[in-house]
């Protein structure tokens, strides 16, 4: 998913994790796992790729343990290409160094309520900015680069599918080519 606080905001689910979390070590086994989701063929171990990386959300309500955090940002310091998320200049760092995602913590889409959990591990995507003053790409761009390459458009279906939208989907579906069945 790629972040930003320029765009107009999309959905995202929130799954639990597969343990509850009470060290670091849960919470990094839990980000390694989401990775080799997002990347199956990534080595063993790994939260970051040239393409994006697994950045924490801490609620602000909830009281974290410090040694949880500074060991999270032990990890990521460590994580060859860590946190190469590009952002314009008027957003700001979305992903610090520290490993944590710095957007306003989610509200449901139901109720507006705020989403009741501690931490949440998402995956940031490192966006292609174009232009001279660097700007996120077109609906066109977009779908140009999708069209090219089978896996982008896939993933696009899959997330629609999943219930993961972007304020930009209506528009890309109408011109994206169509799913290629298998």
């Known amino acids: 998913m790629v972040f930003s606080r320029l765009c107009e905001l999309g959905q995202a689910k929130v799954v639990r994790c597969s343990r509850t979390i009470s060290s670091t070590t849960d919470l990094i086994a839990e ?11 990534a080595k063993a171990g ?20 410090e040694d949880i955090l500074n060991e999270w940002a032990k990890r990521v310091t460590n994580e060859p290409g860590y946190g190469k998320v590009s952002q314009t200049k008027e957003e700001g760092c979305l992903v610090s ?16 309520a705020a989403v009741q959990r501690d931490l949440l591990l998402a995956t940031a995507n490192n966006p292609t900015l174009t232009g001279a003053l660097l700007s996120y ?3 066109e761009t977009i779908i140009d ?14 997330n629609l599918e ?3 939208p972007t304020f930009q989907d209506n528009e ?11």
């Open 31 to 41: 980000a390694e796992h989401l990775w080799k989701t997002e990347q199956p063929g």
């Open 46 to 65: 790994r939260i970051a790729a040239d393409w994006g990386c697994v950045a924490l959300l801490c609620n602000p309500a909830r009281k974290i343990p």
């Open 97 to 112: 160094k520290d490993g944590a995602l710095r957007i306003p913590w989610p509200r449901l889409v139901e109720g507006d």
């Open 137 to 139: 790409p077109s609906v």
């Open 145 to 158: 680069t999708r069209n090219r390459a089978v896996n982008h458009v896939e993933y696009f279906w899959k």
């Open 162 to 164: 999943n219930g993961i």
């Open 172 to 182: 890309i579906r109408a011109r994206l080519r169509p799913r290629e069945r298998r």
